[in-house]
């Protein structure tokens, strides 16, 4: 059993930043790979970023690369997106996955919005 809880969206400029936090339960947090998905109104759920159970292997959208960067503090069981020069594109609801080797368990979002 996994529980995750989003936190840190909001409103910003476009240019500016902001830092999602995702803090799971449990004591196996280190065992999940993690990762973090949005969903923009009208539009499929896409991963954005994701990192190994090990912290290693970050991986990026193209639409994201150079932007946002993934990673994990172990001893706080908590992932975070730091999200910089950021678009109206990036508006939509911000999703924290774990991903075990057979299931992949969600938070329930955090809407980022972005404007002009």
């Known amino acids: 059993q996994v529980q995750l809880v989003e936190s840190g969206g909001g409103l910003v400029q476009a240019g500016g930043s902001l830092r999602l936090s995702c803090a799971a339960s449990g004591r196996t947090f280190s065992t999940y790979a993690m990762g973090w998905s949005r969903q923009a109104p009208g539009k499929e759920r896409d991963v954005v970023a994701s990192?190994?159970?090990?912290?290693?292997?970050?991986s990026y959208a193209d639409s994201v690369k150079g932007r946002f960067t993934i990673s994990r503090d172990y001893a706080k069981n908590t992932v975070y997106l730091q999200m910089n020069s950021l678009k109206p594109e990036d508006t939509a609801v911000y999703y924290c996955?774990?991903?075990?080797?057979?299931?992949?368990?969600w938070g329930q979002g955090t809407q980022v919005t972005v404007s002009s």
């Open positions: 996955y774990a991903q075990s080797a057979s299931s992949r368990y």
């Open positions: 990192i190994s159970w090990s912290g290693g292997n970050p």
